[in-house]
């Protein structure tokens, strides 16, 4: 098939998410329903049975060392994946890398957002697959793992696409220069604008989202030209191998050499992204993951444009409600949707120390506090049920920090372990409650499913320290309660200040740490948190410089 | 005059300038010849009696300190401009840009475009008056002064405008999310996008180019709600204090603080700009200037994002040519331009040690070299007509550079002092063009009217060469000679992997030292020449975050 005949076939979806991401109004191309009637009757069968074929093997992508191995993939879930992947050496798999970058580069906007837009279509098919290895790395329950894993990974990245592919063309490829000259001829000028790419692609992934939070930098950094280097964390490989996979068979078919997309899969024990993000070849990097190490690549890899997701504290402010129970289930299914290990999940609840009025009336701090545990209590209070929303621990770490607090005497509820059948081995917990007792205590990320409730002398001094740590700490999401339209506005004058978006008494099915693909912008890339927001024109279009020619005609 | 009055007063420019930045066709907001018939009969004259008006005086603006002044600019063609600046306490300064700059930041869109469309239009009534500020501050001839000075620097004010708005208005202000639940009735929400702008943006002026340089983050930072500082060069403060004058006039009858647009002038003996760059509230800086004080912000001044524009060494490469005179006189032209005091004059310039085909034959390296310096000596001859070509040589270290290398014995064409009853005063020089010895002589920018011919072994030779100094020094234009469309096909390769834009050919009225506005994009942003573009949309839409909120509806 020539690759104009996969952009022609995709160009419609393109076309429509353009326009999405201007209208922000709600669309999606690729279902978030697992259902067999969209995927198909025996797709998850056949997702879990394609997972299942992987483990313990090697995986081959046709690329990498020969001889040397890594992978120590754990599911959350309790076993290990027992998957190999080829290790690379580095001046090799770079040298591999610049030797084809050109002819992607050279290639239109058309016939990369054509390639782009098939992969994402084959991805989206495999959503399955992907969906058990996504919850097989991260400990995602199979819901979560599907949606976020799969079809909403898949939108955010088409999004970038659309905003990289809209801005490349926003610019004529070529025109025609007709300068008058009064009653002489005119000057005119051929003039020619190249679309020319930054270089390598460097996309370091997480281990909570390897799919969702890699897809906006592959996909930015693909149609506009650029060679991606995949470096997965070396917990969660599986879905950027299953993902690189698919690019480089597209790629393959379609005439490109293959490493224009590769796989760097590295171990914990000898970590190589430092080593590869100072290279003067890599000229662009997308990192989620901590703030010490996204921090360490803005300020080293000087020779690469760096768009960072890091941690933020997420804070949540109550000043008062008319729907207290649909305030309190909202906010407990927050804090427990995978176990709080979402960069957007709260982590602060500011509560005035005099209470607040609800349509059930005066409540107390410790009554607000109480009935936010209730909700939990009664969302988790069947094991199997809780499984299903908490999903596994990711890794030791968070585990061992949920103890380690949970010993304090200031626990409103206590993290417990769910023990069912059907998750058995996996390492499930419920997430822990606590009152402040001093700001140093939850001045911090504290990742997993930790929760602290903060008095405060009135909603105003919520605000105000709400704005301090958003400017200390960065934050990607925040939420206010309130009957009133003048504290919602002064909320959003400081959402604004500080630059943290604002999502304003959800009740209902919508939670503070969900964004939508063309709706919603994850992160604001103003504040500590993220320098980059999921997708603006800013995040796509420094990938690419415009090279001029121009000639008399 | 209400805000929305002067949007809609001049909505038709910026959208012709938005369509322009699209199609880079032709087109000019500000027409560019200082003729009686459009700007006015008595225009000229009116301009320089203000331009005299200035002159051994305070220029009042109503800001900074009352008691302590800077100001000792020197006209390059001989005399003091005797004017005096307040100078700022940085504090008091930031201080008071601080306290108003959040009117302006909640200010819609359009209002910020009208208010600026406003300001520009203002500037280019009054471009007579900044051309005589520009011309004796620079010394740039009168028409370059009023040309690049006035209009063409309004019209790169306006492109960078037009792409910031452009930007802004890509997404939605609101929007109403409505997600369908099969058969329950959909979510709703209520979202709202709020253009918060980062903070103040600093501008930091060149002597050279005070106003062409200054305009385009001038108005993007303006448009997109930032406040600003200019920073001119010490030696170049009046362009810059008129057309701060003129935004904080327009500022204040639109109701704003003036102090949105401030000026902050400082001495050649007491420079400020390091101190102001580093602070906290600067969140943007733009620079044009030395590739050393460039790179020390971008280093350094890490909380804020830094354009800048810095040196290069630019090159034109000779291969052949079916009108060798035609090529002679351009490139004669392309070096006496303001003695070669523009980022883009080229200093190198390539031509095989075996000579080249001409449609006068076969002409020798030594034919060639001799031919430019031959029309350069053409052009030059008379000294009046070389003094309005040339203009002045702007600062000492120029001329000092210029007269150390012209006592080499590899001097070509030896540089001439210019000097006309009507230039008494003035330094003007002629270019000094070299054959050269030694990579070394020539691998660096030495500004000025001081040009290399350079032996090659043949074009392929000359290309590598080109490529490698644009790596590695950087460059904002390059140029070459070619009948052979295979060589112009290499050479624009070429300069795409190197990141600079091209000009084939040139033998008529376009030079290649000169760029249009809404045409050609000045800098690439990918040598280490500039690390951004006048303009595009990598150059506006960082200036700016998207915060949102929502709400169920």
Redesign the interface.
């Known amino acids: 098939m020539s690759d104009s005949s996969l952009f022609m076939r995709h160009q419609e979806t393109l076309k429509r998410a353009v326009q999405a991401s ?5 669309w999606t191309a690729y279902p978030e329903m697992p259902s067999p009637r969209i995927y198909g009757e025996t797709a998850q069968k056949d997702g879990e049975r394609a997972f299942k074929a992987r483990l313990n093997k090697k995986f081959e992508l046709g690329q990498g060392l020969e001889d040397k191995e890594v992978g120590a993939e754990k599911s959350p879930y309790g076993f290990d994946l027992g998957i190999r992947y080829s290790a690379s050496n580095l001046d090799e798999l770079i040298d591999d890398v610049e030797d084809c970058r ?1 002819d992607w ?1 050279k290639a239109s906007p058309e016939t990369r957002a054509g390639i782009c837009l098939e992969i994402l279509d084959r991805i989206n098919k495999r959503s399955f697959e992907i969906a058990f290895s996504v919850m097989h790395t991260t400990g995602q329950a199979f819901m979560m793992a599907f949606q976020a894993g799969g079809p909403h990974a898949q939108d955010r990245g088409l999004e970038a696409l659309a905003y990289a592919f809209d ?1 490349m063309k ?3 490829p070529t ?7 009064g009653k002489r001829d005119p ?1 005119v ?1 051929e ?4 679309i ?1 790419p ?1 270089g390598i692609g460097l996309v370091v992934g997480c281990s909570t989202f390897p799919t969702w939070n890699s897809y906006p930098g592959l996909f930015a950094n693909l149609v506009t030209g650029n060679a991606v280097i995949m470096k997965p964390h070396p917990m969660a490989i599986l879905p950027a191998a299953i993902t690189v996979e698919i690019a480089r068979d597209v790629l393959g078919e379609e005439g490109f050499d293959k490493n224009i997309v590769t796989l760097l899969a590295d171990s914990v024990d000898a970590p190589i992204t430092k080593e590869i993000a100072l290279r003067s070849e890599v000229k662009l990097i997308d990192f989620t993951g901590s703030s010490f190490f996204g921090n360490w690549l803005e ?1 080293n890899a ?1 020779q690469a444009l760096v768009y960072t997701e890091k941690a933020g504290v997420n804070c949540v402010v109550i000043d008062s409600t008319d729907n207290f129970r649909g305030m309190t289930s909202n906010l407990a299914f927050t804090l427990s949707l995978y176990s709080g290990q979402m960069c957007t999940t709260p982590q602060n609840i500011f509560i005035p120390e005099g209470g607040i009025e609800t349509d059930e009336g005066h409540k107390s701090f410790d009554e607000v506090a109480g009935g936010i545990a209730f909700a939990m209590e009664k969302l988790l209070g069947d094991d199997e049920r809780a499984g299903h929303i908490l999903g596994a621990i990711q890794s030791e770490a968070t585990l061992e920090r949920l103890e380690k607090i949970s010993a304090g005497d200031n626990v409103i509820a206590a993290s417990r372990k769910i023990e069912s059948e059907i998750f058995k081995g996996a390492i499930i917990r419920t997430p822990v409650l606590l009152k402040a007792v001093d700001e140093k205590s939850y001045n911090e990320e504290l990742f997993g499913p930790i929760s602290f409730f903060v008095a405060t002398k009135n909603t105003d001094a919520s605000l105000d320290t709400v704005m301090a740590s958003v400017i200390n700490n960065g934050a990607i999401s925040f939420g206010i309660y309130s009957t009133s339209d003048e504290v ?1 506005d002064d909320a ?1 004058d400081m ?3 500080a ?12 939670y503070v740490n969900q964004t ?1 693909a063309f ?3 994850h992160a ?3 504040n500590p948190a993220a320098n980059a ?1 999921l997708s ?3 995040y796509v ?2 990938r690419y ?8 005609k």
């Open positions: 201007k209208d922000r109004d709600y050109m580069a801005d926003r610019t004529a025109s025609l220069w007709t300068k008058p000259q000057i000028m003039k020619k604008f190249n020319v930054r300020e000087r919602l959003e959402a604004c200040r630059g943290v978006a604002v999502s304003f008494n959800l009740c209902g099915g919508v939508a709706s919603d912008f604001t890339g103003a927001a603006d024109t800013a279009s420094n410089r415009i090279v001029q020619s121009r000639r008399h």
